[in-house]
């Protein structure tokens, strides 16, 4: 029984050792290293300390200030006059404590979820208030303590205790829960209670800097500035010879931090950091050349994910060392990943610009030189590696070179060395698949040669699979699969068939055949396939798809331990076998691989359980399967910004005391912007996010990379807004929420009603009034209504009496017109008698005039002139217009007198003129009545024309006549 009971312990604390060791920091590779250089940050260049706070969120002690980081945003917190920020402190209360030039105070969120700062200097004693920097802070049950050169200053309760340096304090470190405190003369102290006494036994290091004390095992490392690195046991000091020892001694350490029980990093002045465990075994040194942006690293900070924090002196960065991914890339002098192999304890590893190896037992060592070194003569791409018998195969664009050591050995210059393949009972042979078909290599008296081409086929050889008998599957990338048989000395080939998309395959392009449980198989991005050979044609092979559910496989690779590793377009995977027999798909452990393989090169080598290498574009991932990472770790998703979209106001910064916090929001203001972050810090860039709004939103929305959410036309009432983070794991966050209340609209609110009911009274009252007043309207409606009529009436009366009187008028008017038109036409018609009377009376004279000159006889002629004389007087004009003015006045009332008045400059010939005008009589006839030829009355009418100023395209009679 006790003999069991020691076999148990044995097992149990080698089984303790192995997860130990493997839950170390790799020192294989180099960890991923990512760096937030100042312009990023919008931050100074040192930082000197971090923290993590109680919610999750980064801290840093900045020349700029505090800086906080999410994950994806960078936020400053200057302290007032911008002082440098040494140190800072988060709690549990959610306060962040911090301290520069005499300064201290803490930062709280206010109201609005901002950090605010508030100084505590005015709670010290005034004489206790020049303390210069303050370099650490501390979080014990005595209070908070601040340690500056001058002194310690312990806060509790809203007081301060005060603790003069017993000549000048330089750093405190709190080792096991015990705070020691390093004066730079006297030596070593530790705080008991409110008071500082004297370590015993470290007298070897008193008046020495001392930059860092962690625990190992019951003992404590020291390490100083000159002196080296001590183990203290609690009575004396022990140097600490080590590997490790030397290099921190040489390098000057300034920080250091224990990762785990095992293994401790340390921050130097001079060259990066450097990790290694208890025992002083270096496991890994990083620094400018391996990723780091800065040789001096001032602090150090392993976070909740087990990830370390650099504070640099410009910058600060982020080593993922909680991984099972390590790297080999640019700084081990490598590039592009193709292929891999351990052979003879060298690591080959082939890229597109060669061949480069390093020894293999030198690698595992940890913390050397991580350096590849490239083989001669094989620059240029390679793409395989392969065994034969002892000798390693490379297949390089070039040809095919054989590598023994540190040598080459081109062995033939066909190009492109795709893959290569040993017949089946063929131990002499090897065949290689090149960019125009198969070349064949033979061992002749203990070297390979290459003995040609196999004739009769000249395609492209990626893949080459051995069938049944000699007959072998080749995949071509842009044509399908071939089937090819060779004759059986391996010298050319029989024939061969190619199959595609006509042949049962799915696709016709990027199909692979791959060698699985010692048989073909044939990927397609849909499933595998099989070959019906009775049928000549591919179908799916059910069982294969059914154990590799999986069915965007592009690739696979069985490894010795029976485990299948495949390859998809953009990521990777294995198919674990497990004791039943049955296999187990592992895939997030390379999810921080994906879209970082060769499309359509990927690779994978498993070099055994423990060490898998694949390619990639930026060089070669060395993967830890034991390592023990959980990949459902527990991390936050955060509202870290609303902002009101209307004014670009701000309602809430991300931070909050109370968990009951709630924001109010004016209706008019009823659009929001959330701006969300998460703390995964090791894959920020690959966050989705996934929002509802309660009572808005029925499901969560889809899964998205913006980390912003808007919201527009709110309808009033309470509202929930949540949000989750899912990282690169597919693992998802603990929800993120903030609470706030659309206010209703001034019409729905309480005063709104009121105003309503207002408003309805005034109508009622106003409804009443208006009845009472369309009654008394009514009755005066009507009362005017009859008094209208009566009007109306007495109006129709007048009206008719007026139309009566109007119609006498008109026949009065009508009878005047009557005679005036009777008088017209006597006067047409005197006139014309006149005229008549003129005519004859001329003629007559003319005639005696005639008949005087044909009598000699005096008393014929006396007699004639008498009878001339009568009829001179008869034709008097002046008599005539008399006559006829008297009719014309008559007919035409007034005519002359109008025209006198209007033009006052009328002869009283052009008056006769206008008046025979008026009658539209003729210039003929004129010419008579005015005793003047008929060119006389043309004169005179153009005379009276310019008289009254007519234009010539007004006609003179017709403006007599209308005058």
């Known amino acids: 029984m006790p003999e069991k009971i020691f076999k148990y312990i044995l097992l149990s604390l080698l089984l303790q050792s192995t997860i130990l060791s493997y839950s170390q920091p790799k020192h294989i590779g180099i960890p991923q290293v990512k760096n937030y250089n100042t312009s990023k940050m919008h931050a100074g260049a040192q930082t000197w300390m971090i923290d993590i706070g109680s919610n999750g969120l980064a801290y840093f002690a900045n020349n700029n200030g505090v800086l906080e980081f999410d994950g994806i945003n960078w936020r400053n917190h200057p302290l007032p006059g911008g002082i440098l920020v040494r140190c800072i402190k988060a709690t549990q209360n959610n306060k962040l404590y911090a301290g520069g030039f005499n300064e201290i105070g803490y930062l709280l969120p206010n109201d609005k979820g901002q950090l605010n700062y508030h100084s505590l200097i005015e709670k010290l004693p005034e004489n206790a208030r020049d303390f210069g920097e303050v370099w650490r802070i501390y979080d014990l049950p005595v209070g908070i303590v601040f340690q500056s050169y001058e002194q310690l200053m312990i806060y509790n309760n809203g007081h301060f205790k005060i603790i003069d340096a017993p000549e000048m304090f330089h750093f405190s470190f709190l080792v096991k829960g015990e705070l020691y405190i390093n004066d730079q003369t006297k030596g070593l102290y530790r705080l008991a209670n409110d008071q500082i006494v004297k370590v015993p036994g470290v007298s070897q290091v008193a008046g020495e800097l001392i930059w860092s004390m962690l625990p190992k095992g019951d003992d404590i490392l020291i390490a100083t500035d000159d002196d080296g690195i001590f183990v203290f046991d609690g009575l004396k000091l022990k140097e600490w010879k080590k590997p490790a020892a030397r290099l921190l001694k040489k390098n000057q350490v300034y920080t250091g931090l224990s990762i785990d029980d095992a293994t401790y990093a340390f921050g130097t002045i001079q060259d990066g950091i450097v990790i290694c465990d208890t025992a002083g075994n270096l496991l890994q040194h990083l620094n400018m050349d391996r990723g780091l942006q800065n040789n001096t690293v001032l602090s150090l900070k392993l976070d909740q994910y087990k990830n370390l924090w650099l504070g640099l002196d410009n910058g600060i960065d982020y080593i993922e060392i909680n991984s099972p991914l390590t790297y080999f890339s640019e700084f081990n002098a490598l590039s592009t990943g193709y292929a891999a192999i351990l052979h003879n304890n060298m690591l080959y590893l082939g890229t597109n610009r060669g061949v480069f190896y390093h020894d293999w037992q030198e690698l595992q060592k940890g913390g050397g030189s991580q350096t590849f070194k490239l083989v001669p003569g094989t620059q240029g791409q390679v793409w395989n590696f392969d065994v034969f018998d002892g000798t390693l195969f490379c297949g390089h664009n070039s040809g095919v070179f054989t590598i023994e050591g540190t040598r080459a050995e081109l062995i033939s210059d066909i190009q492109g060395g795709w893959t290569f393949i040993q017949p089946e009972n063929k131990n002499d042979i090897v065949l290689c698949g090149t960019y125009t078909g198969i070349s064949k290599f033979e061992k002749i008296n203990g070297q390979w040669v290459e003995n040609g081409k196999l004739g009769g086929f000249k395609e492209s050889t990626r893949y080459l699979v051995q069938g049944k008998n000699n007959t072998f599957w080749i995949s071509h990338g842009y044509k399908g699969i071939y089937r090819v048989n060779v004759d059986s000395n391996y010298d050319s080939i029989i024939n061969f068939e190619l199959y595609n998309s006509d042949d049962g395959f799915p696709v016709d392009k990027n199909l692979n055949v791959c060698n699985l449980f010692d048989k073909p198989v044939f990927t397609t991005g849909q499933g595998f396939y099989r070959f019906d050979s009775a049928n000549n044609k591919f179908e799916p092979d059910l069982k294969l798809n059914k154990r590799f559910p999986r069915q965007d496989i592009r690739l696979v690779h069985p490894d010795d331990a029976g485990n299948v590793w495949y390859f998809t377009i953009d990521d990777a995977g294995v198919y674990r076998l497990q004791e039943d027999g049955s ?379 209308s005058f």
């Open 583 to 961: 296999y187990v798909d592992v895939f997030l452990p390379f999810k921080e691989l994906n879209r970082r393989f060769i499309k359509w090169f990927q690779f994978v080598y498993p070099i055994n359980d423990n060490h898998v290498i694949f390619g990639l574009q930026d060089g070669f991932a060395y993967y830890t399967p034991q390592y023990p990472k959980d990949y459902q770790y527990e991390f936050n998703a955060y509202i870290r910004k609303a902002t009101l979209t209307k004014t670009d106001s701000v309602l809430y910064m991300g931070q909050t005391q109370n968990k009951d916090f709630f924001v109010g929001i004016p209706y008019r203001f009823n659009q929001i912007k959330f701006e969300l972050a998460a703390n995964d810090f090791e894959n920020p860039k690959k966050l989705v996010f996934s929002t509802k709004l309660e009572d808005f939103d029925e499901e969560w929305s889809p899964w998205r990379s913006n980390p912003v959410r808007e919201f527009t036309n709110l309808a009033h009432g309470e509202y929930t807004f949540k949000v989750r983070a899912k990282n690169i794991f597919d693992n998802i966050s603990n929800t993120g929420s903030i609470d706030f209340e659309i206010y209703a609209p001034w019409f729905l609110s309480w005063w709104g009603y009121a105003l309503y009911a207002a408003i309805v009274g005034m109508f009622i009252f106003s409804m009443v009034r208006y009845v009472r007043y369309r009654t008394e309207k009514t009755k005066r409606e009507e009362e005017e209504q009859q008094k209208r009529l009566f009007q109306e009436r007495e109006k129709q009366l007048q009206n008719n009496a007026l139309r009566a009187e109007k119609e006498v008028i008109r026949i009065r008017n009508e009878k005047l017109r009557a005679e005036m038109k009777q008088k017209d036409k006597e006067l047409a018609n005197n006139t014309m008698e006149m005229i008549q009377k003129g005519k004859l009376l001329t003629k007559i004279k003319k005639e005696l005039n005639k008949l005087s000159t044909e009598f000699n006889d005096d008393i014929i002629n006396n007699h004639i002139n008498r009878l001339i004389r009568r009829v001179d007087k008869e034709l008097d004009t002046e008599q005539q217009w008399e006559v006829f003015e008297k009719h014309f006045e008559n007919v035409h009332e007034e005519f002359l007198k109008r025209l006198k008045a209007a033009y006052p400059d009328l002869t009283p010939r052009e008056m006769k003129l206008c008046a025979y005008l008026r009658l539209n009589i003729s210039s003929k006839e004129i010419a008579a009545l005015m005793n003047i030829s008929t060119r006389g009355v043309e004169i005179s009418r153009y005379r009276l024309r310019k008289k009254l100023q007519l234009s010539h395209d007004t006609n003179l009679t017709d403006f007599i006549i």
